[in-house]
């Protein structure tokens, strides 16, 4: 069964931001001291993580992959935090926050009770500085400008007040996902475009956790935070190791070497079923999985780059290209029925904001109808049955694969087989970093994904003309340089209406305007397939606590949470005490059963998977 610490109720809610909004308790446990069932003189435990993502930096200004973001969450607090059971905002850094009448001016009360880890309190103007510099340095906005854009002047008038004066509504005041970081060692750094924050440990944070160190592609340590506010973690030590193979990540979860795998195929989820010390969690994910399109590269300045093939700016080739592929079917065979066939940019677990088209709008698998709109926009079948275009070019395209993913090998195969049927081509192209030649504008397709925030601001602003970088050698936050006026005036009024219901209506609409673009396919929305060790972690927090995921939450609770099994031998390290939210071990039938109930309710997929 599943077993959850009492709790108490939660009273923020959105629609009441025009009054002041108090700071209400995290439903969590109690925060729990070093003493409350401890490891044993000399014992420490170990909690270790595989993952198959490379850290693009511990620089929490640049960032944007999903683990990288993971380290963050756990070594630099945000103003808030979401709730674990039903993602309302909560405390975090900031204790209070109230808008005034206007809501152009909000003030945060930081609270008393945190430090850095080098002993210095964590103060108002810590926050002030790192917003500050994300406004004046646009390197320093790279992850997260899109909450500082609106942003006219942010002061600390005393250690414990933040004030954010708006140049216009902004809704995204209580879901600020920006880490804040000291600022008496941040203001030292003189260039946020190349400087990467892995020379010197243990790196000074006020999260969990702490990063003591850090080989590319091999691991990251981190050490728990004993003067952590909200309590410290139950594992004295948290390690992410890289694994290039998730059959070799799934080998060591067998032998004891690690204690958690994340992003599991079907095959290997059936296959550790049964295995002993191992419980499988299968949740509905915060994730979508897309096919997305290069629209053709630009830049603000308005220079275009790039080698994407110049078919895919019709948008009759685009929408015969979403026509030709059979969502069902992907989720049946590849996915193995883990996983909700895509519709909206949202997935349903976030139930406000999920739209999904209806009537003639919607485009269901039919090859036969992709044909005919190729044959009318002029793309006809030439002798060797290759479709060409008025210029004689065919429509041989290039897809970009992430190497460690097994999902984007086995749906490349299914497109292959499928356009051919039309007359296009499509050579895949499998890599262990995608990024470089995204960013440069070289492919014609790609495997998209991003895990969804419970306030989806920042991926619908990551399609916005504002997301491009300034130059062709910038970067920029933008997912594949999508820049359209229509959808930039929806995103812009849904920024801007604090009512929730008017909201959650703008956002559908700039969901519909992106489908019906055909710039984003989303094929699935992937549940989280995981597993951990019994005879390692005694218990852990899910989130939501109903049938929710562990790895890639949106916050720390999981890693701050997760209790050792006591008088067991982990994966270097040995026992530990307990923690409060947990979900209980040997709990895989009872989870299945709740993920269905549930389900209403800075970063690519896998290898490049961004935040």
Known sequence: ?????????????????????????????????DADGDAGEGAKSVLTIAVS??????????????????????????????????????????????????????????????????????????????????????????????FTANFERVSAPDPRTLVIELKKPQATMVALDVPI??????????????FTNDKSFPIVGNGPFLITDYKVDQYVKLKRNKDFWRGAPKFDELVLRYYKDGDAAVAALRKGEVSFVPNLTPAQAASLRSAPHIEVNDAPGRRFYALATNPGARAKNGKRFGTGHPALLDPAVRKALFLAVDRGTLVDKVFQGHAVEGEGYIPPRFAPYFWKPEGARKRAYDPAQAARILDAAGYRKNGAGKRVGKDGRPLDFRILCHATDPNDKAVAAYLQEWWAQLGIGLKVTCLDNVSDPWLKGDYDLAFDGWSVNPDPDFVLFIHTCAALPATPAGTGATDNFVCDRAYDELYARQTGEYDPAKRAELVKQAQARLYDTGYMNVMAYPNAVEA????????????????????????????????????????????????????VAGTAALVLLAVGAWAAVRRRATADERE
């Open 1 to 33: 069964m599943v077993t959850m610490a009492p709790h108490r109720s939660l009273r923020l809610l959105l629609a009441s931001l025009a009054s002041c909004v108090a700071a209400t308790a995290l439903h969590a446990p109690p925060a729990h001291g």
């Open 53 to 146: 993502q490379s850290v693009d930096s511990l620089s929490p200004f640049v960032a944007q992959r999903l683990v990288s973001t993971t380290l963050h969450r756990l070594t630099y607090e945000n103003l808030t935090n979401y709730d674990v059971r039903d993602a309302r905002p909560v405390p975090g850094l900031a204790t209070a926050w109230t808008p005034s009448p206007s809501k152009l001016t909000w003030t945060y009360t930081i609270r008393s009770d945190a430090t850095w880890s080098d002993g210095r309190p964590v103060t108002a103007e810590d926050a002030a500085w790192t917003f500050g510099r994300m406004m004046t340095d646009p390197d320093a906005a790279t992850a997260h400008g899109s």
């Open 181 to 194: 970081v000291p600022k008496h060692v941040w203001e030292n750094v003189k260039d946020f475009s190349t």
């Open 532 to 583: 951990y060790r019994t005879d390692h972690i005694r218990s852990i927090t899910t989130m939501p606590e109903a049938a929710g995921n562990i790895w890639g939450q949106d916050g720390y609770w999981s890693w701050w949470s997760a209790a050792p099994a006591s008088a067991a031998r982990r994966a270097g390290g040995d026992s530990g005490g307990s923690a409060g939210v947990w979900l």
